[in-house]
């Protein structure tokens, strides 16, 4: 089970940090993955990262949006960098299994003032 955290409010331009932490060893998940729903839509992906490090963001993010894992920490970052208006969405974390299944989690909320 993934748990995403770490949303609020910011204002335009700035960065936001989220969490994803597993309640068991993340490092056995092959890759985490997040996404975002903006109410509406359908959850878009953001980007994945895999057992080994391996790190893919989508076009739209991939120059303003990083992941990472800290293991000991059973934990995957999302980190959101020169934030707009848009990317206001709740931001979810998952297994890619458990996306695959479209079984999720509470996501966490981002919104970003202009």
């Known amino acids: 089970q993934l748990q995403a955290s770490g949303g609020g409010l910011v204002q335009t331009g700035g960065s936001l940090r989220l969490s994803c932490v597993s309640f068991g060893n993340i490092a056995n998940i092959n890759a985490v993955v997040w996404y975002r729903q903006v109410p509406g839509n359908r959850r878009g992906l953001l980007g994945t990262?895999?057992?080994?490090?391996?790190?893919r963001l989508e076009e739209g993010v991939k120059d303003r949006f990083t992941i990472s894992r800290d293991n000991a920490k059973n934990t995957v970052y999302l980190q959101l960098n020169n934030l707009k208006p848009e990317d206001t969405a709740v931001y979810y974390c998952n297994s890619l299994v458990g996306a695959l299944r479209n079984t999720w989690g509470q996501g966490t909320q981002v919104t970003v003032s202009s």
């Open positions: 990262i895999t057992a080994a490090g391996i790190i």
